[in-house]
């Protein structure tokens, strides 16, 4: 006798359960639903369904993979960011929801009717969430997208492809603001750097530990070594400001380090379950526009 939609769901489950899978329900209707090719509604509505032989046999694979702790969004290849659907490629961050904060709050600095072209530089673009997410809503904003990870920055390709943004976005590889050339205007820098202290990575969930690479992940001994050299670089080539996600014990420490570094009207804002998530900065000169 086969095997019903509905048996592998709940055997997916408990398997996910003991593995210590955080949401086991979710992620079984994912993979289904990616296995078999059907909305995840239709899972929950084809519990009777058997399988065949293939359909058993590629949602394995897939369950195995997750139940070794790796990332869902790595499995299914997709995940859905802010405005914008996103492929997510192996050893590239998957994007976090509260990273959504920072885009909101550049949003909120680039108004629709604001004066074209605005130039945006993204570092550490990873999937390319946060620039191309801006870019998508913002008609004038001409994106840098950079990272010193070559995998990064072809699943920022991929991306910038999917969105029809070629136009916009120029994908660079290097340090922080480096291969942006010394003679292109930059007006805002974003970005969510790696700001985890090396000594607590191990820590963290094994989807994090064990999968993404260390290179997403790890800000130096207390977690700030990148953002301290990225403030100083955006201080010296920003016109406007800088926008800098952070960990939720990390705003005080940040905003000292912008207002260090040059910045004027430094704001710490919080994310959607009230934890600091994201520090803002203006430059001391604005632009003539
Ligand atoms: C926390 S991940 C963020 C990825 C993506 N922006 C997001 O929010 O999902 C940090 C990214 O910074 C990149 N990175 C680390 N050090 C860097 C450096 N010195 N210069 C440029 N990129 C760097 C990593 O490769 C990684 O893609």
Not at 8 to 33: C, H, N, Y
Not at 229 to 244: E, H, P, T, Y
Request: proline letters at 7%; charged letters at 25%.
């Amino acid at each position: 006798m086969s095997v019903t939609v509905g048996e592998i769901r709940r055997k997916t489950v408990a398997w996910f359960t003991e593995r210590g899978v955080p949401t086991p329900e979710i992620d079984a209707d994912w993979l289904l639903s990616a296995a078999l090719k059907i909305p995840r509604l239709q899972v929950l509505l084809q519990f009777e369904r058997p399988l065949s032989s293939e359909e058993l046999a590629r949602i394995r694979a897939l369950v195995a993979r997750r139940g070794k702790r790796e990332p869902l969004a790595w499995i299914l290849g997709e995940r859905g960011f802010h405005n914008v659907e996103l492929y997510v490629d192996a050893d590239v961050l998957d994007p976090r929801p509260d990273t959504e904060t920072l885009v909101e709050a550049a949003l909120e600095l680039l108004p629709l009717d604001a004066p074209e072209p605005v130039y945006l530089a993204d570092v550490g673009c990873g999937t390319g969430a946060v620039g191309l997410a801006i870019a998508a809503a913002r008609p004038q904003v001409r994106l840098y997208a950079t990272d010193l990870s070559e995998a990064a920055l072809e699943n920022t390709r991929r991306n910038v492809a999917r969105l029809d943004l070629g136009a916009r976005v120029a994908v660079l590889r290097g340090d922080l603001l480096s291969p942006i050339p010394a003679d292109r205007p930059i007006d805002w820098v974003v970005s969510n750097p790696p700001y985890i202290p090396s000594g607590a990575i191990e820590a963290l969930m094994p989807e994090v530990s064990t999968w993404e690479p260390r290179v997403a992940l790890d800000g130096g001994p207390d977690g700030l070594q990148i953002v301290r050299r990225l403030a100083d670089r955006a201080a010296s080539r920003a016109r406007r400001g800088f926008l800098v996600e952070i960990g939720h014990d990390q705003g005080e420490q940040t905003a000292k380090i912008l207002r260090q570094a040059g910045f004027e009207g430094v704001r710490v804002l919080r994310d959607l379950a009230g934890r600091q998530r994201v520090v803002t900065g203006l430059s001391r000169s604005p632009s003539a526009e």
